[in-house]
């Protein structure tokens, strides 16, 4: 491939021709409106010229940039890569004419982050060629590129597209065309079950996103990304989603949102959205350390299998406290998957709310907690509590936690709580889209860690936390609410039927 052109020169398209440039491609820019294709192109030289300094490139790469005022000038190209502004119509438009312009041979990208791009590829010469090509804003820093295959695409278009996305540094993964394609469908349920757990109270969106950052190592929680976003462009989002799968409801959209919209609440652009922005962009208090571990030694029951017991086994072995197999104990830590059978005693019983929520499980007097391993990682715990629940017990959970180095976080009773709950719908939404065929288990997880800067991917959650824990979160969901959305995945059942992970 020696020529590529970069059609519309606005955030996107500016810094595909910077990449493209920096390849060393012959790259032709084109916008229709000239103060455009000049900002477009001013962005792309000084990208160029800040990476020649840097040494990442040689001198010559700023000469490879040509703008161009017309699309016919665009008709030497091999590939043409189109950033123009989001409607399907225009994008028809253009690959009609580009088809024109540039002849049979030309493989045309769309880089749509919505439209389906076998509706486009439709309008093309010749649909086999068509591709989509989807960078990640800003596209010079971002490391990856996801290519998606319409229905209609050839092996040779997909071949080129990977091939100009690696010669242009990026890791590339490779998506089925489908509402939000590969990454923007797994990565949907990190906002939908914040939503979700707003909507039903288990927690403040100041607690669901500090709950996402020290509970599980994500940079920014639910709400304060929707506000980076713009709650009117997730809103949209979410719309969409929901027209174009026929109303799957894992995907419907939440009324919060539609409320903030109409309240003109949008996030930081207009200053307020679920928080207030002072001037200086400020928003929330940083997180506090977690405390150091300082235990006071127990006779600690500790039941259950699996990661997250043994993990806590661990922990509370480290820190001084005696465990017991059998026979009396001053606290009773239930980390099972499902309800392990126990000593009767008058010990206060700390349970695991995975299988069930707290109520659920009919122990009037119990503390329930969740946390999501890897517990190296993880540095709150969730506690949640009934009516009934004494005093004494809640001291004695969040002493037993914070003695063990965790920050701890009150919420209401849920299956999951607010991590778990989350967690289980992003392996759940991963084993939908890989049972579909709309990825492979590696891409889910290159696409959300590199696309989302998520801090691990799904299938990575699912191996540390347990396919069968994940399971019993939204098979408690199901059952306790009554809610399609919750329905686990085929694949996922099926594995942990066969105790495969979801890579198998
Ligand atoms: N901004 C993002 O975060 C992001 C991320 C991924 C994908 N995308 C997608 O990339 C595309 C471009 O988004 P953007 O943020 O760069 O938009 P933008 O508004 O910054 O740029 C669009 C450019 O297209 C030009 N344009 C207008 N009419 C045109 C036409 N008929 N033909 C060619 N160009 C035309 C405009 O002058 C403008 O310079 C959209 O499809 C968008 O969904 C955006």
Same mark, same amino acid.
């Given at each position: 491939m020696n020529v590529l052109g970069v059609v519309g020169a606005g955030t996107m398209g500016a810094g595909i021709a910077q990449l493209g440039a920096a390849a060393g491609f012959r790259t032709l820019l084109h916008d229709p409106v000239p103060e455009a294709l000049e900002r477009g192109a001013e962005s792309a030289r000084r990208g160029l010229a800040k990476w020649v300094e840097k040494g990442r490139i040689k001198e010559e790469a700023a000469s490879f940039l040509e703008p161009v005022s017309g699309l016919d000038d665009l008709s030497p190209c091999e590939l043409v890569i189109e950033a123009a502004p989001e409607r399907a119509d225009l994008k028809r438009d253009l690959f009609g004419a580009l088809s024109m312009v540039c002849g049979d041979e030309v493989v045309l990208a769309t880089n749509t982050s919505s439209i389906p791009v076998t509706s486009l590829a439709s309008a093309a010469a010749r649909p086999e060629n068509v591709v989509g090509m989807h960078f990640f804003n800003p596209p010079p820093l971002m490391p990856l590129l996801e290519i998606i295959r319409a229905d209609q695409t050839g092996a040779p278009a997909m071949e080129l597209a990977e091939q100009v996305g690696r010669a242009m540094g990026k890791e590339v993964i490779v998506a089925a065309d489908g509402p939000g394609f590969l990454v923007n469908r797994c990565g949907r349920p990190f906002n939908g079950e914040g939503l979700r757990l707003l909507q039903e109270r288990v927690a403040t969106h100041e607690q669901i996103d500090r709950i996402c950052r020290l509970g599980g190592g994500f940079r920014m929680g639910p709400f304060e990304l929707m506000d980076l976003v713009g709650i009117d462009v997730g809103f949209e989002v979410a719309k969409s989603f929901e027209e174009l799968?026929?109303? =799957?409801? #894992?995907?419907r959209p939440n009324p919060i949102q539609a409320r903030m919209v109409a309240a003109g609440r949008l996030g930081r652009k207009t200053g307020r959205g679920y928080y207030g922005y002072a001037e200086d962009g400020s928003y929330r208090q940083d997180d506090p350390e977690p405390p150091s571990a300082s235990p006071t030694p127990l006779a600690l029951a500790l039941l259950g299998d699996g990661p997250l017991a043994a993990g806590l086994r661990d922990r509370a072995r480290t820190a001084g406290h005696e465990l017991r197999e059998g026979g009396p104990a001053e606290l009773v830590v239930d980390a099972g998957v499902l309800p392990a059978e126990r000593v009767p005693g008058r010990a206060p019983l700390v349970a695991l709310c995975a299988s069930s929520s707290l109520a659920a499980r009919g122990e009037t007097g119990a503390v329930g907690f969740h946390l999501v391993p890897p517990l190296d990682e993880a540095r709150l715990v969730e506690l949640t509590r009934l009516p009934t629940t004494q005093r004494f017990a809640c001291e004695a959970a969040e002493g037993l936690f914070a003695g063990l180095g965790f920050a701890t976080g009150?919420? =209401?009773? !849920?299956?999951? &709580?607010? &991590?778990? #709950? @989350?967690?289980?719908?992003?392996?759940? =939404?991963? !084993?939908?889209? @890989?049972?579909e065929g709309v990825g492979s288990p590696a891409d889910v997880d290159t696409g959300l860690t590199l696309g989302l800067s998520h801090p691990r991917g799904p299938v990575a959650w699912s191996e540390a936390i347990g396919l069968d824990h994940v399971l019993a979160v939204l098979d408690a969901l199901w059952d306790e609410r009554h809610e399609e959305r919750y329905r686990a995945a085929p694949l996922l059942r099926r594995s942990v039927a066969l105790g495969r992970g979801l890579r198998e």
């Open positions: 799968s026929f109303g =799957e409801p #894992r995907w009150w919420v =209401e009773d !849920a299956p999951g &709580l607010v &991590l778990g #709950r @989350i967690v289980s719908q992003l392996v759940n =939404e991963a !084993a939908f889209a @890989i049972g």
